[in-house]
C-alpha cells in the first residue's frame, strides 16, 4: 500500500517554496529557482527524503496566472499527483486554524496542511490541445484588455484641445500593432482547431447551447474540459456549478442573521464572466433560455438574479451537451427551462 505525501508549493514568478505538513508541525523543505534546473534540485532532493517506490507524492498549490505550469509539467513527468485547490478555500482554511500573516513560507504550509487534512481530489493533466488552446485565449484576453485600454487612452487623449501629435501617433501604432497580434492569435487558435478535429467537433456541438455564442464557446468549453479531468471524468453538473462559482451562498444563521443570499465566487472569475455575457446575449434572442429568464422575472425575482440563474442554467446545458455528445435540442431542454427555479 501506497503511503502519500502531500507537499505544498507557494510559486512566484522567480521562485517556489515548498512545505511538507506531518501531525500537528509542518517542515519546510527548501526554497528552489522556478526555473528546469530547479524542478531538477527538487526531484533530486525529494528521492533522497523518500527514496521508496511505494510513497506516492502529492502537489499541492495554487494556481498563480501561469507561473505554476512548468512546476505542475515536471510533476505531472515524474508521476506525481497534482492538487489545484480554489485559493480562496485555502484562505478559509487558514483563517479557519488562526492563520492570518501571509508569506510565501507560511502559505506552503498551509498548502500542505490544506493536503493532509483535506485530501483534495487530484487534477489529471489536460490534454495538450486544450491546454494549448486555453493558453490561447488567455493570450487573447491579454491583448483585448490591452487594447481597451489604448484606445480608451486614445479617445481621452483626442479631447484635450491641442493633442500632442506624437504621442497620438504612439498611441495609433500600438493599437494597430496590438490588431496585428489579436488576428495572429485568432489564426493560431484556428489552425489549433483545424488540427484536432475533435476539439472543433465539440466547439461546434456547444455552439448550439442558447445563449453560447462565437466570443463565449472556446472559454467555456476550456471550462468544461478542466472539470473533466478534475474529476476524472466523473463530476456533476452540480459540481461544474460549484467549480464556477456560479454555486448559490446562504448567509442565516440562528434568528437574526439573514443577509440575501449570494453566489459563492470561489471558482474562475474568468469563467464567470464569459458565463455571463452568454447570459445577456441568450436571453435576447427566441430560445429556452429567454423564457427561463422571463419567468424567473415575473414571479419576482430581480434581473441581476435572473441573470445569474441563466448563467447556471447555460453551464448545466453545457455540461449535458458535452457529456453525451450530443447538438443542444431546444424542445428536449424547455421542460427544464420552464420548470420552478
Not at 166 to 181: F, N
Request: proline content about 5%.
Amino acid at each position: 500500500m501506497s503511503t502519500k505525501i502531500y507537499i505544498g508549493a507557494d510559486v512566484a514568478k522567480a521562485k517556489f517554496d515548498l512545505a511538507t505538513w506531518s501531525g500537528q508541525s509542518g517542515t519546510l523543505l527548501n526554497t528552489f529557482p522556478n526555473t528546469p534546473s530547479g524542478f531538477a534540485q527538487l526531484g533530486e532532493q525529494l528521492r533522497t527524503l523518500w527514496p521508496s517506490r511505494e510513497t506516492q507524492i502529492v502537489l499541492v498549490l495554487e494556481p498563480t496566472g501561469g507561473y505554476e505550469m512548468g512546476l505542475v509539467a515536471y510533476a505531472y513527468d515524474q508521476g506525481w499527483e497534482v492538487c489545484l485547490p480554489n485559493p480562496k478555500q485555502v484562505r478559509d482554511f487558514a483563517k479557519g486554524r488562526g492563520r492570518r500573516a501571509k508569506t510565501d513560507v507560511l502559505d506552503a504550509l498551509v498548502l500542505a496542511q490544506f493536503g493532509v487534512e483535506q485530501q483534495p481530489e487530484p487534477q489529471e493533466e489536460l490534454p495538450a490541445e486544450v491546454q494549448e488552446l486555453s493558453e490561447l485565449l488567455h493570450r487573447r484576453e491579454d491583448l483585448e484588455q490591452l487594447k481597451r485600454s489604448e484606445r480608451n487612452r486614445l479617445l481621452g487623449f483626442q479631447q484635450r484641445p491641442a493633442p500632442t501629435p506624437a504621442v497620438l501617433q504612439s498611441l495609433e501604432r500600438t493599437i494597430a500593432a496590438l490588431d496585428a497580434e489579436l488576428d495572429a492569435v485568432e489564426k493560431a487558435i484556428k489552425d489549433l482547431l483545424n488540427r484536432h478535429p475533435d476539439l472543433k467537433r465539440e466547439a461546434k456541438r456547444l455552439d448550439s447551447v442558447s445563449g453560447i455564442g462565437e466570443k463565449t464557446v472556446l472559454p467555456i468549453l476550456v471550462l468544461l474540459h478542466r472539470w473533466k479531468v478534475r474529476t476524472s471524468g466523473r463530476g456533476t453538473a452540480k459540481g461544474l456549478t460549484a467549480f464556477a462559482g456560479l454555486d448559490p451562498q446562504r448567509h442565516d444563521s440562528g434568528s437574526s442573521v439573514h443577509k440575501r443570499a449570494s453566489i459563492s465566487k470561489m471558482g474562475d472569475r474568468s469563467a464567470r464572466h464569459y458565463l455571463y455575457m452568454a447570459a445577456l446575449g441568450g436571453i435576447r434572442g427566441n430560445n429556452p433560455l429567454r423564457t427561463f429568464y422571463h419567468r424567473l422575472v415575473s414571479r419576482g425575482k430581480a434581473k441581476r438574479l435572473a441573470l445569474v440563474a441563466a448563467a447556471h442554467k447555460i453551464l448545466t446545458w453545457a455540461w449535458a451537451v458535452f457529456t453525451q455528445d450530443v447538438d443542444f435540442d431546444p424542445s428536449r431542454f424547455l421542460p427544464a427551462a420552464t420548470a420552478a427555479a
